[in-house]
């Protein structure tokens, strides 16, 4: 009798182990149209104006559906059913589901690749379709209906895209190829479906597990070095795709967990850290503003994407906190295509109550995410405020050619910007907003990062560094010398912030003589007028002023400034308009030289009409440079040390420059105008290790440090 029920109770847990719950079936609806959900959506819509007007225009859209065949927009159909009741929205639903089975949706290009590519990701957005609908006239189909429809759809669907890219003994695809936004995509999207199906196809439920405890590993891909394959996530939470393909692939896997929680009440799927980290990261690359909310769009996005469908889910998972309900209300509805806004179906479903958001969120103004190279700095958390983004990290597939590039948003506008981005089989994707040429970046003899990295990746990635934020002085160095490493020794980058001026630091070194240009994409209007560079748009406005190694030729009249760097204007295809151009300018430094300091203050003006502008000057001596510049009672005084930048290997980078005796590579430090420069009031080092004045030690390390100081 005892061995009978151990043996009894072995084969019951394998059972349980093969095919979880197997007895228990889902009670449709079950994935996202829960009764209980649509029960809260009726209440808030009896109380919430913007909700009200949201449910008027989704049933308006449904209604006028009912004459079209849209199986894309079936999501507005489904709602419909479970908000009214009304068999015709569930009717026409229930057409679409049957004739779906009826089509083929395999894609004829994929199919003639070597294996066949079964499934892909127009696959995986019918796939997602087809599960809400099914499980949101659930009830309204009979049962021979649904054995239909999950037998042909599970053929036609599922099994291709889970036997491709999951299932042994047929999977083709793994992380290292496709594992960025296509894995979560097909894999995920299949399992919701397979999760809608678990009643009538009893290898459903096994499927669906299988799903749950894969999608740990594609959060936790830590890259390759054979490919040059980055690891999918940054340790601080950030996503090396653009924002984009990063909300576009985080939120296909949190579709399915968002299910799987709803099907699988009380019980806990696998643990994944980065999710808690997400929330922070899509709002620090984010640019609050009057209007539309804009993001950083480096690589393959737009800087009217957002990230509203991953916080969204997140949120209604428990996952971050009020700061999440900040970055909702700062996104606009319809403001892009893809978006989870409160008209459409999974927007209504998902959009909480926004009025309990914080002013600002409560983050910090500055991060860094060193692992894919991406850094954020700010002024304020408040709309229209000055944000500079800095990217020195991977250059594959969807990260372009842009190692030491950045973005300066000011007054609400992307006033120095990346060129953009354009549908991938046009010519101008490939020959132009991929490569260096449309980003804010120095090009050797013309060139930038090798064309082939596009698609083979860089073999040596670029980096960021050592930021710093204290206030009204922030930090950041770029290091891009592995993207150009074909042409380049140094291509270190240094952006120092203080108050009203960026200043840029280039630190360049060639393996032969050649010729240096700096590229600059303004958005707005342009002027040169004297030494300065000005652009414009609506309230926002900087001036560009060029330092080192040599000042803008201050009239046209270039031939009579040969020593000077002259201003061309380039031409490149315009993102919004790719039958017209739009003018980016090339600052070009007439020497063939193999090293180069470029320095260039970036002023960021209050108004375009500002007349007054820190008057500067240069100032050099034994092995240093710098500038001294005034503005508004202020001092600021910025030496470069020519000796620290690694052509000494084991003598001394030591300097006295103007009366501070340091071997740092660089030094500001600020004073009142009329006081004594020997008592700064601020003071940056960066990498040094120590610091005297009238043989007094300000600073000593036995190691070089970076930091900012301010006297109290």
Known sequence: ???????????????VLAFPCRAQKISHPALYFTDKKIQELKQRVKS??????????????????LQKNDFAKSGYLALAYRMTGERKYADKVKEQLIDQTKRNWSDAEMILRKPAWRSELQMAHRSFYAAVAYDAVYDALTADERKLIATELTRLAIRPALEDWLLEPTRIHSLNSMGHNWWTSCVCMAGVLSMAFENEIPEAREWVEQVNQAIPEWFDFAGDELQHKPKTFDAAGGMYESVNYANFGISEALLFRYAWQNTHPGKKSPEISQLSLLPSFFMHICYPRTGMLYDINFGDSHKDVTAES????????????TDVLWYLKQVQSGQHRDGFFVNRPMGFLLMPDVQKAPAVPSLPLSKLYADFGWATMRDSWKKDATMLAVK??????HSHADANSFILFHKGVDIIKDAGNCW????????????SQAH??????????SREQQYHGSPLRGYLYHLLDEGNIKYVLADGTGPVADNFSRNFRHFLWMDHVIYIVDDLKTHKNGHFEWLWHPNGEVKKRGYDLHVTNG????????????????????????????????QGPKE???EETETYYSFNLPAEVNRVKGLTAVILKDSPDQKELPVMERLQGENWIGLRSVYQGKVTELYINQQADGRLMHLNSCVDMNGWETDAYMLAVTYPEGAKVDTPKETVVIYGSYLRRDGKSRFSSLSKQYFIKKAK
């Open 1 to 15: 009798m005892r061995t009978k029920l151990v043996l009894g109770m072995t084969c019951f847990i394998i059972s």
């Open 48 to 65: 919430d104006k913007e909700m009200e007007a949201a449910w008027n225009e989704i049933r308006q859209t449904a209604d006028e559906l």
């Open 310 to 321: 991953s916080l969204m889910l997140l949120y209604a998972m428990g996952i971050g906190n």
């Open 392 to 397: 020195s990290g991977y250059t594959w597939n």
């Open 424 to 435: 991938y089989p046009r010519p101008e994707y490939r020959n132009y907003f991929f490569q």
């Open 440 to 449: 804010n970046v120095v090009l050797f003899n013309g060139q930038g990062q």
């Open 539 to 570: 309230e926002a406005a900087v001036a560009i002023r060029p330092l080192y190694p040599e000042f803008l030729a201050k009239s046209d009249f270039v031939h009579d400034y040969p020593n000077d760097m002259y201003v061309e204007e380039r």
């Open 576 to 578: 919004t308009n790719l």
